[in-house]
């Protein structure tokens, strides 16, 4: 009677949602355009994130994701997404079990450009001084078509954000910025910095300065300057924080090319603790279309000492995509990854030095057919390869789907096989809060079915089941409601 009681509120909730106006969220769908580990740490809903925070449009969003079936002295509630915008401002709004976070902005009103309060994700110049772990592993060329002296960008997952506020205004050529901000569990240290960018014909230029009210304290200062050639785009920067140099050089061409270097100590204050000492970034990346066929190259090695211990992992990666028809498409790629720990030689020790290297490799096959206008049929076959220590690991996965009028229903079945020492990585399901992959190990295989309604235009309501071979069983249910 008690879990009856506890479960009523959430059932009026989903009811009063599928009544509601708003589009429904699609199936959470990796389709093998990432291997599962990059964002390595990150919180379950960290998918969630908008790559692009400003919309011109008006519009709302509520997803809603929860456990009926949750263990005794945890909360059903897994995952609530709130987000709200209009054509000059924007908040959002996420809670876990792993916390909540959220923030509101305000752009383009008048000279203000930019306003963010809450939990943010800082960065200063091109990421030099300061980044997110995730942006300086695998930069985005996008990032280089403004000096971006100073930004604070809303977040809604606390990996990776602080909690703080920035704020950018433009008055002709001329744009000014000023953020500050402080870690979530400490009260005590302080971050603020402020900007000044200068646009010209092809050319920008940007300085900062910021400072850390911490023990002990430390000042920084970064210099940014973005050129467009012809048909291609470099930038550079220099900066000095807590008595280290730290620069970085980008450059651009067309959607063809792509490279980056970065290096030298860490800034005054990072979101993630794990910016230690000096660190060494360069990637190139190479994509081509022919046809049908896209391919994509990525090279990419990171370096970082602190004390006399050094850290370096080397990463190649291969994608090609392929379309068959107008009804299928195949997918492959590899990825090679080596990673070394050195512990440098001194007078009291000889050092030594760790290797391994891991590869992965992924091919998928994905079908799509439209026996009638109001029904479509989709499968997805994927096989997942890795290879570490000498061992190799295998994992399959099928992936049914059918919509049909306002009813959409997935199958999902999956095993693994994998040795000692080895991680899998499978989607997670397709609920908005679900996350976007599961991690896995040793041997096992795992059943899921996820139905789906939609109401309307603008709202659904759905429920997902899950059993493992070992008896294991997983029960969602989430709701909606988008305009």
Known sequence: MVALT????????????????????????????????????????????????????????????????????????????????????????????????????????????????????????????LADARELGTPSARALSSAGVVRATPSSSRWGSVLGSGATISIAKTQASVAAWRPHDDDTTWTVWSGLERRF?????????????????????????????????????????????????????????????????????????????????????????????????????????DGIEEDRQHRIEARVQSDIDDHARVDTSV????????????????????????????????????????????????????RERSSLGLAGTWRGKLRHGPVDVALEASAWGLEPGQTGYLGAGGLPGSGSFTTVSGGGSRLSCLVRGRFGAHASLAAEWGRSASGAEMVRVGASLRW
């Open 6 to 129: 506890r479960r009523v509120p959430w059932v009026a909730l989903m009811l009063a949602l599928a009544c509601s106006t708003a589009p429904p969220a699609d199936w959470n769908d990796d389709a093998g355009e990432w291997w599962g580990d990059e964002y390595e740490g990150i919180s379950d809903d960290a998918d969630l994130e908008d790559a692009a925070s400003r919309s011109r449009r008006m519009g709302a969003s509520l997803d809603v994701l929860v456990d009926p079936d949750a263990a005794e002295g945890e909360q059903a509630l897994r995952s609530l997404g709130a987000s709200l915008r209009t054509e000059h401002s924007g908040a959002r709004y996420r809670e876990t079990r792993g916390g909540r976070a959220g923030a509101v902005e305000v752009f383009d009103e008048g000279p203000l450009q930019h306003l963010a309060i809450g939990f943010v994700r800082p960065s200063v110049g091109e990421g030099a001084i």
């Open 201 to 305: 014909s092809r050319t920008r230029v940007g300085a900062a300065a910021g400072w850390t009210r911490r023990q002990p304290e430390r000042d920084a200062a970064s210099l940014t300057v973005v050129h467009a050639l012809r048909s291609a785009i470099v930038c550079a920067e220099a900066g000095w924080a807590g008595g280290a140099l730290a620069y970085a050089a980008r450059a651009a061409a067309g959607d063809t090319w792509y490279a980056a270097f970065t290096g030298g100590g860490a800034g005054p204050a990072t979101p993630t603790a794990a910016r230690r000492g000096d660190r060494r970034t360069a990637l190139v990346e190479r994509r081509d279309r022919i046809g049908g066929v896209s391919t994509r190259v990525i090279g990419s090695t990171v370096v970082r000492r």
């Open 335 to 386: 990825r090679f990854v080596e990673r070394a720990t050195t512990e440098l030689t001194s007078p009291l020790s000889q050092g030594h030095d760790e290797r391994r290297g891991e590869w992965r490799a992924r091919a998928s096959l994905r079908t799509t057919e439209r026996p009638s206008s109001s029904t479509s049929v989709e499968h997805q076959f994927r096989i997942d390869a890795v």
